[in-house]
């Protein structure tokens, strides 16, 4: 069964270095969305992508935050300056309708 | 239950029981949900969905009932199993954004 697929499972990163995780969705899905999930608290919602372009993002979405698809089957989250209120785990989905989302593993980051 | 950014319950039931989990949302104007299923250490599990026409939907051993009314969701899991044990959390869509309450963890023993 085809499923998303996250890399690295854990990053550990100095604060103020730059960060990207990689994910690679479901290969005929064409809605692209990450989230982030602080521990202990719940799933957040940051950015949604769609036919090359951020279609939704959150106010945690900020100048620091990027995404790209560069090469038609990654989907990647850059963090330019990460800061310590950054670690949490990082959650790409993928889905083939306006809806419906399967979500990876994800990324554990921890920043210290 | 659970409601939209509160803190996380806990759910204790026997093996073989019926488990209900109930999430309040906050905005009338949603219009989908989904109920999702974290287990430790991965993401979350696609369990089932409803739309805001529908007031019941099922699945294998799952039902999903939405009180629009009372801006209610429930999940009902028939005769839970250990393998059942997580945290369940539910998801309510706008303008194509998906807000998550906390969860609930549900606890199965044998």
């Known amino acids: 069964e085809p499923e998303v697929t996250q890399t690295p499972s854990h990053q550990v990163t100095q604060m103020g270095q730059e960060v990207i995780l990689r994910c690679v969705p479901i290969?005929?899905?064409?809605?692209f969305y990450w989230y982030r999930q602080i521990l202990g608290q719940k799933v957040e919602f940051l950015v949604s992508?769609?036919?090359?372009?951020?279609?939704?993002k959150s106010e945690i979405f900020d100048d620091q935050f990027s995404v790209e698809r560069p090469d038609g089957s990654n989907f990647t989250l850059k963090i330019r300056s990460t800061k310590l209120e950054d670690s949490a785990m990082y959650f790409c989905?993928?889905?083939?309708?306006?809806?419906?989302?399967?979500f990876g593993p994800g990324t554990r980051l921890t920043v210290l | 239950g659970e409601s939209v950014g509160l803190h996380l319950p806990t759910l204790s039931v026997q093996e073989g029981d019926n488990s209900i989990i109930n999430c309040a949302y906050s905005?009338?104007?949603?219009?989908?949900f989904i109920w999702y299923k974290q287990e430790s250490g991965k993401g979350p599990q696609f369990i089932i969905d409803?739309?805001?026409?529908?007031d019941k939907r099922q699945g294998q051993r799952v039902t999903v009932l939405l009180n629009k009314t009372v801006k209610h969701l429930s999940l009902q899991i028939a005769a839970t199993q250990p393998g059942d044990s997580a945290v369940y959390f539910c998801?309510?869509?706008?303008?194509?954004?998906?807000?998550f309450g906390k969860g609930t963890m549900l606890l199965v023993s044998p």
């Open positions: 290969s005929n899905h064409l809605y």
């Open positions: 905005n009338s104007a949603s219009d989908y």
């Open positions: 998801a309510e869509n706008l303008d194509s954004t998906l807000t």
């Open positions: 989905a993928s889905g083939d309708a306006y809806n419906e989302q399967f």
């Open positions: 992508f769609y036919n090359n372009e951020i279609s939704e």
């Open positions: 409803i739309r805001s026409n529908m």
